[in-house]
């Protein structure tokens, strides 16, 4: 089975960064895509960002392009996810999610294992 495991998640000041951390069992980041995914208060979940197991390529959703970024250590199985300049409107539920063969690797949120997630708070 798959394991997920997200860390990081705070309560910070607009303006303010955090990093997410992504570690368990049953996957592998050589062979598995992954990203993650958010739930904002009493809205649907949403694809934040995913990356490519084999050329480690990228994608973000539009509203969080070049604020942050995601990466992966191949070596420890870790994924991470880089957030700056942190607003109110990023507040939510931050969930790291793989998925060996997705049909659309960029859908992130429609990939089939998810952890159990880590809330970010951003105040104004």
């Known amino acids: 089975q798959v394991k997920l495991v997200e860390s990081g998640g705070d309560s910070v000041e607009a303006g303010g960064s955090l990093t997410l951390s992504c570690s368990g069992s049953?996957?592998?980041?050589?062979?598995?895509?992954a990203g993650w995914a958010r739930q904002a208060p009493g809205k649907e979940r949403e694809t934040v960002a995913g990356?490519?197991?084999?050329?480690?390529?990228?994608y973000f959703t539009p509203s969080f392009y070049r604020r942050f970024a995601i990466s992966q250590d191949k070596a420890k199985n870790i994924l991470y996810l880089q957030m700056n300049d942190l607003k109110p409107e990023d507040t939510g539920i931050y969930y790291c999610?793989?998925?060996?063969?997705?049909?659309?690797?960029?859908?992130?949120?429609?990939?089939?294992?998810w952890g159990q997630g880590t809330q970010v708070t951003v105040s104004s």
């Open positions: 049953g996957y592998s980041l050589s062979s598995d895509y």
């Open positions: 990356i490519t197991p084999d050329t480690g390529s990228t």
């Open positions: 999610v793989t998925d060996p063969s997705p049909r659309y690797w960029t859908q992130v949120h429609h990939y089939n294992y």
